[in-house]
């Protein structure tokens, strides 16, 4: 394995082979145990979202912190995690295929509690008619938009007929409600990320009271994210937070908070590590890391020290950093870049080198990396 024999050489850090995904473990303990915290004294579950970091290593630190399982979006990275001990995974997209449903039932016959969401009738018959075949019931939960158009049934008469099919199925679990508002999570405002939040999730406490009127009162009720956590449990509505960036954080989220001149709660735990390739012009070198080396739904990277430089895509394979001042970059400098996007980003990879200092500990694997469908 590539780096592996740089594990517990004192200055190993600086000599891994880049481009390299980097987590600081001092970082990383510390966020996961300050969410693990926040939820405690806000009386809330957590069910991370395992899209983030798609490693078993931190979903197995996650759950030893309290968490009551894991997220996935994929049927593949479930049969990830449960292939690596994961024992408690709700999948947060509809499956609906033919050959997924198959896969799902395959995995709920190995799964201790595996959940998945729907938001369409049709489908709904479906899952409870391989269920019934499978011998072993699945535990649903409706998808419920909250404005967002993504997925889910709007909260109405058509989410309580969905509910109400599912519960009355003889192979189905109805086990609750899921409400992702995957749209407010970036707002920059925060007075207009608190209302837009709120707003979404009072649509889902009357749904909620609805049902219970009706006897069906869900006893999940699971959402939010990173950008509304500090948010959500205000309003006393969910009973599990999906956080997932939160483990890592990234520029698009540091950005949520520093923009309005916060701090974020969170630290950057995840970056790319880079080495200079070339260094022959005044003030401008080129990386190892380009394009390939980073999402780029979100621009360019951060360096994550160093004022006045800033990194840009020199090509698939080179990145390019413009800086100023007395400070001179040599060829083999290596560099530390915050990554724009941490999810997509870390789906590049197949290793994540775990740091602490100046050393590597460990070279943890990416299961679920690539597990698209």
Known sequence: MLNEELIGVEGGRAKLQTPALVVDLDALEKNIAAMAAHAKAK?????????????????????????????????????????????????TSPIVSDGGIARLMALNARVGELMVVCDNDDVAKRLADAAKASGKKLKILIDIDPGLGRTGIRPGDNAVALVEQVAKSGSLEYAGLQCYAGQVQHMESPN???????????????????????????????????????????????????????????????????????????????????????????????????FKSFATDAGSPEIASGAGANYFFFGDEQGGIFYSGEQKLRVRDTILCVVPHCDPTVNLYDRIHAVRGDRLEAIWIIEARGRSA
């Open 192 to 290: 207009e990320r608190r209302d837009a939040s709120l707003t979404a999730l009072k649509e889902l406490g009357s749904l909620r009271d609805r049902l219970a009127a009706r006897r069906l009162a869900p006893k999940i009720l699971s959402g939010g994210g990173t950008g509304t956590f500090d948010i959500d449990p205000d309003a006393r509505v969910l009973t599990e937070l999906q956080v997932g960036s939160y483990v890592f954080m990234d520029r698009q989220y540091n950005d949520v908070w520093t923009k309005p001149g916060a701090r974020p709660p969170f630290a950057t735990s995840l970056f790319v590590q880079t080495t200079v390739i070339s260094a022959n012009r005044d003030n401008l070198v080129t990386t190892d890391a380009g």
């Open 43 to 91: 009386n809330i579950a957590l069910r991370p979202h395992a899209k983030t970091h798609k490693c078993a290593e931190i979903a197995r630190r996650q759950i030893a912190a309290g968490a009551a399982g894991i997220c996935v979006a994929k049927l593949g990275e479930a049969e990830a995690m449960a292939d690596a001990g994961i024992d408690s995974i709700l999948i």
